[in-house]
């Protein structure tokens, strides 16, 4: 049986209520500082120029990523902070979620490439979708990381 379809919503910061700013917050915290046991500043001065994308199942957060402009935290707009909720992780939502995020940033940004900070084990995911990495690997809060650059972006297969 496949899983529920999730719906998006995106908004700016300021366009945010406080309570979807704390869901945002709580469950981003819950999976990079608490799961990750990965003790860091997890919300930053990216916050306030970011859209921040939302999946929803229901009235749940089931997954969330982050869209930064260019020449803010890299020369070309980037993806980040992309979760999926520990409850809803058998769902495979990580590719509709970044598919979004991909089609969104397009959007937004049209005819420039995407860049995403990816942890290095999901080299694989991103490659999946189009994203080739092109630096070293590097520890970023402890964790590996590789950049990845994103020149044309794969449909969801």
């Known amino acids: 049986m ?3 379809t999730l719906h998006f919503t995106w908004s700016p910061l300021a366009q945010l209520t406080p309570a979807q700013v704390l869901e945002m917050v709580s469950a981003r915290i819950a999976v990079f500082v608490v799961e990750q ?3 860091y500043q997890e919300v930053d001065a990216y ?3 970011a859209l921040h994308l939302f999946g929803w199942q229901g009235s749940a957060l089931a997954a969330y990523a982050r869209i930064i402009g260019p020449n803010l935290k ?3 707009p980037s993806i980040g902070r992309v979760m999926v909720a520990h409850a809803f992780r058998a769902h495979q939502y990580g590719r509709a979620l970044m598919q979004e995020a991909i089609d969104l940033t397009m959007r937004t940004y049209p005819g420039q490439p995407i860049r995403l900070s990816a942890q290095s084990h999901l080299q694989g995911f991103y490659g ?3 994203f080739v990495a092109d630096s070293p690997e590097y520890l970023e809060d402890g964790i590996p990381h590789v950049d990845m650059l ?3 972006p794969r449909s969801n297969p």
């Open 2 to 4: 496949n899983a529920p």
């Open 37 to 39: 046991n990965c003790p």
């Open 47 to 49: 916050d306030a120029s």
């Open 74 to 76: 890299f020369a070309e």
């Open 128 to 130: 999946s979708l189009g």
């Open 150 to 152: 994103c020149r044309q």
